[in-house]
């Protein structure tokens, strides 16, 4: 069954990946009103999750907001299936780094890096990297996808721009390895995820709003001794991106515990606030706020 899914699917995807960028938007916009106005696709969740974070905005500004979000969600999930064919040419165009040259103060070092960034503008496209001759090996942090012919393409999606895709399952023993064998690698963990709440060790106001936070980047480099960035993106316009790697720990073991994730959640938090129609409200990021805090955990508030 899940074979049949993907050839039947896999046509209409290649297609409309080729659509020139004219259509390719206005088969976005079709979608759209589809996804919003016909399926309303998740509208109790990013209508709770926009007035909680935003109490004070008017009924009125939420609606904006709300409209504006799925719109651009339209076109960064599309963008995703662009990825099928998009030329480098053309990638680079849409999707650029404003300073690349930043990576190599670190690559002289012989440190690996982490990037964190979150499900803000356009993660699917930010594999431009690699287009810049960054000198290290990327790969990118993902959930095994149910249907392993689907998650096969998306290991052929990345291998067209020399990424590479590790599993959650199994992100600590592969970057270790990596490490061993003295490969320089280039890892991007989306890191603004809900973790469980048996694994909820560590607890944040994001948004203003409590709720557990995703450390695995920050421990894992501090264990092998990894430099951290955050990767700002800003959407400029439709279908044109732009990225600034900004550093925030090339000594991680001197940080105060939990302080290069508290760095990671205020540097999103300032994009959200200042462009919110940016960020993937269909999540329940918040699912856990009146929860009862695990034994042992940690708040920063």
């Not at 049949?4 to 209409?12: D, E, Q, R, S, W």
């Not at 009924?59 to 099928?84: A, G, N, P, T, W």
């Not at 979150?118 to 690699?130: M, P, R, V």
């Not at 996808?145 to 096969?152: A, G, M, R, T, V």
């Amino acid at each position: 069954m899940q074979r049949f899914v993907y050839i039947m699917a896999y046509p209409l995807l290649w297609l409309v990946s080729k659509l020139p960028f004219s259509l390719f938007y206005l088969f976005s916009d079709c979608v759209c009103f589809i996804v919003y106005r016909i399926a309303r696709y998740r509208r109790e969740t990013v209508n709770y999750n926009l007035n909680l974070v935003f109490p004070k905005k008017s009924k009125e500004e939420i609606q904006e907001i709300e409209k504006k979000f799925y719109r651009h969600m339209c076109d960064m999930f599309l963008e995703m299936v662009k990825s099928i064919s998009i030329s480098d040419k053309d990638l680079r165009e849409r999707f650029v780094y404003t300073n690349a040259e930043e990576i190599e103060h670190i690559r002289k070092t012989g440190k690996s890096i982490i990037v964190l960034y979150g499900h803000y503008a356009s993660y699917e496209w930010s594999n431009t990297l690699q287009l810049y001759n960054i000198g290290y090996e990327a790969f990118g942090i993902y959930k095994k996808l149910k249907n392993p012919f689907f998650d096969q393409l998306a290991h052929k999606i990345r291998g067209r721009f020399n990424a590479k895709l590790i599993p959650t399952t199994k992100v600590t023993s592969e970057i270790a390895k990596n490490e061993q064998k003295n490969i320089q690698g280039i890892y991007a963990f989306i890191a603004d995820q809900s973790p469980r709440l048996d694994k909820a060790g560590y607890w944040i106001k994001f948004m203003g709003v409590p709720c557990p936070a995703f450390v695995g980047g920050e421990i894992l480099a501090k264990r092998l001794y990894m430099a951290v960035m955050y990767l700002h993106v800003e959407k400029v316009r439709r279908g044109h991106y732009q990225a600034t790697l900004k550093t925030i720990a090339t000594e991680p073991r001197t940080f105060e515990n939990f302080k290069i994730t508290e760095t990671f959640f205020r540097e999103l938090e300032e994009q959200i606030r200042e462009k919110p129609e940016y960020y993937l409200w269909t999540h329940k990021r918040w699912k856990h706020k009146d929860k009862p805090l695990p034994e042992n955990a940690i708040t920063s508030y």
